[in-house]
T-cell receptor, first 110, second 116 residues
Framework: DQQVKQNSPSLSVQEGRISILNCDYT??????FLWYKKYPAEGPTFLIS?????DKNEDGRFTVFLNKSAKHLSLHIVPSQPGDSAVYFC?????????FGKGTKLTVNP | NAGVMQNPRHLVRRRGQEARLRCSPM?????VYWYRQLPEEGLKFMVY????????ESGMPKERFSAEFPKEGPSILRIQQVVRGDSAAYFC??????????????FGSGTRLTVV
């Protein structure tokens, strides 16, 4: 039973364009949502989070949108850069535990 | 910049041996979390510990796996009598307090366990 789903295993975009990564969840008890970035052979690095009381949070090139009624969140990266190429994990929590999706591999082409 | 330190980075064990994975949290962090990532999967929660206490071990397999976070020294994840299915990347994360989850826990680089 996957509570957090990232339905796109991979995404490829051109440098300078927008990258949109999507995530769906099923548990309405989740009250924090986070995005992590992961390079091969490294641990996940925290990118940005959003509380369930908000619908948008922005940090530089990264913006997370939350649609609670649809149980959907998305991460927008604009403009995309080659260094953004990595696996992006969506995570959600209702307690101290994080529940992760399977990740989306983003490739930004120069 | 002393982040979360995990060692070893790579560990090879034969079936039936024991694996010990170590995690030193960031300075000032007294909350430690272990996650496991199987190939092509996301990270799955295993256990949450504070100093000398296991707070939540709901993600730990019932047998062969144990974890501790002693008063002194690193947190240890111990896997006894390893099997091939234990091959995975094991990540440790730490936080100053559990309310820091909204700001993202700090993860270590992981230990990649291979059982041959």
């Amino acid at each position: 039973d996957q509570q957090v789903k990232q339905n796109s295993p991979s995404l490829s975009v051109q440098e300078g364009r927008i990258s949109i990564l999507n995530c769906d969840y099923t548990n309405s008890m989740f009250d924090y949502f986070l995005w992590y970035k992961k390079y091969p052979a490294e641990g996940p690095t925290f990118l940005i989070s959003i509380s369930s009381i908000k619908d948008k949070n922005e940090d530089g090139r990264f913006t997370v949108f939350l649609n609670k009624s649809a149980k959907h969140l998305s991460l927008h990266i604009v403009p995309s850069q080659p260094g953004d190429s990595a696996v992006y994990f969506c995570a959600a929590s209702a307690s101290e535990k994080l529940v992760f999706g399977k990740g989306t591999k983003l490739t930004v082409n120069p | 910049n002393a982040g979360v330190m995990q060692n070893p980075r790579h560990l090879v064990r034969r079936r039936g041996q024991e694996a010990r994975l170590r995690c030193s949290p960031m300075k000032g962090h007294s909350h430690v979390y272990w996650y496991r990532q199987l190939p092509e999967e996301g990270l799955k929660f295993m256990v949450y510990l504070q100093k000398e206490n296991i707070i939540d071990e709901s993600g730990m397999p019932k047998e062969r796996f144990s974890a501790e976070f002693p008063k002194e020294g690193p947190s240890i994840l111990r896997i006894q009598q390893v099997v091939r299915g234990d091959s995975a990347a094991y990540f440790c994360a730490s936080s100053r307090d559990p309310q820091g989850r909204g700001y993202g826990y700090t993860f270590g680089s992981g230990t990649r366990l291979t059982v041959v």
